[in-house]
């Protein structure tokens, strides 16, 4: 069982930054994927960034270039660094641990960001 807590997010203004964490308690950690996810109001979930357990990245065209993920293993803490914030990428934004064998799907309670002037 793995439980996932974001933390960092909050009312920044166009431009701004902020960067989120989600601390996993649990065992194995190094070995699951790592995710950000968002949804905004009325949308549906979307996806934002995604960590292999090797480290490799993969972003979503509307953040690529703005937003960097990283995974600390060894704090068991994976980072969402979001830079050059828009009106658009306010949404209540998830962290998720997923591995395929076995299949394990986790997701946190989520974290409000707010970007507006």
């Known amino acids: 069982q793995v439980q996932l807590v974001e933390s960092g997010g909050g009312l920044v203004q166009p431009g701004g930054s902020l960067r989120l964490s989600c601390a996993a308690s649990?065992?194995?950690?190094?070995?699951?994927?790592m995710g950000w996810y968002r949804q905004a109001p009325g949308k549906q979930r979307e996806f934002v960034a995604t960590?292999?357990?090797?480290?490799?990245?993969n972003y979503a065209d509307s953040v690529k270039g703005r937003f960097t993920i990283s995974r600390d293993n060894a704090k068991n803490t994976v980072f969402l660094q979001m830079n050059s914030l828009k009106a658009e990428d306010t949404a209540l934004y998830y962290c998720?641990?997923?591995?395929?064998?076995?299949?394990?799907?986790?997701w946190g309670q989520g974290t409000q960001v707010t970007v507006s002037s």
């Open positions: 960590i292999t357990s090797l480290g490799h990245t």
């Open positions: 998720s641990a997923k591995r395929q064998i076995p299949a394990l799907d986790y």
């Open positions: 649990g065992t194995g950690f190094s070995l699951f994927a």
